[in-house]
């Protein structure tokens, strides 16, 4: 079955890189997706990453694969107060989506 | 540009009352789905709609039918609604197999 696990919370500092940290356990995943959720809000695609590449960079973001270890990050370079929110990380299997219970970053100034 | 619609976006029921729950797209995809959000837990499969005429089951379908109308429209409904089923309800739809998920804005429902 699928499984994601992500890290509930992250403190960060305005100006600082982010990491957020997901692990994954189906390996037959195709696709791996970054969402991002504010506060009272939808999710909103953030970026996507086709399971045979390791790395996939877009303006401050950057998603990092290791296949083999079923890990996957998302590194938001210069992290703004408007990054505040919950990110989720999710992996395709099919016509479905598994979600992470996803991480709170908190920015502080 | 609306994307994916759901009505209502609050709603507060009774316990045993019955609601359903609205989502209409309008950017012609194919596959339409039904989430729950509770806090802690992320994001819950409870049905989803492959293509036009077909639905199946997800993770938590227990207490929800849905219908898929047509092409554009698929609701969920609660017969009788239950405490447990206080939560935030969100529709997504994807064009195809493997695509990015787009959602709506969430139905935040209670149940007293």
């Known amino acids: 079955g699928e499984d994601v696990e992500q890290s509930l919370f992250l403190s960060v500092r305005e100006g600082d890189s982010s990491v957020i940290n997901c692990t994954y356990t189906d390996s037959s995943s195709t696709y791996l997706y970054w969402y991002k959720q504010e506060p009272g809000a939808g999710l909103q695609l953030l970026t996507y990453i086709f399971s045979n590449m390791d790395m996939k960079q877009d303006q401050r973001l950057t998603v990092l694969l290791n296949k083999k270890d079923k890990h996957l990050s998302l590194r938001i370079a210069d992290t703004q107060t408007g990054d505040s929110a919950i990110y989720f990380c999710a992996e395709s299997h099919d016509y479905k989506l598994s979600f992470g219970a996803g991480t709170t970053v908190t920015v502080r100034a | 540009n609306a994307g994916v619609t759901q009505t209502p976006k609050f709603q507060v029921l009774k316990t045993g009352q019955s609601m359903t729950l609205q989502c209409a797209q309008d950017m012609n995809h194919n596959s339409m789905y039904w989430y729950r959000q509770d806090p802690g837990m992320g994001l819950r499969l409870i049905y989803y709609?492959?293509?036009?005429?077909?639905?199946d089951k997800g993770e938590v379908p227990n207490g929800y039918n849905v219908s898929r109308l047509n092409k554009r429209e698929f609701s969920l409904r609660l017969e009788s609604a239950a405490p447990s089923q206080t939560s935030v309800y969100f529709c997504?739809?994807?064009?195809?197999?493997?695509?990015?998920?787009?959602f709506g804005d969430g139905t935040r429902l209670s149940i007293l």
């Open positions: 709609s492959a293509s036009e005429g077909t639905t």
């Open positions: 997504a739809t994807i064009r195809e197999f493997n695509q990015p998920q787009h």
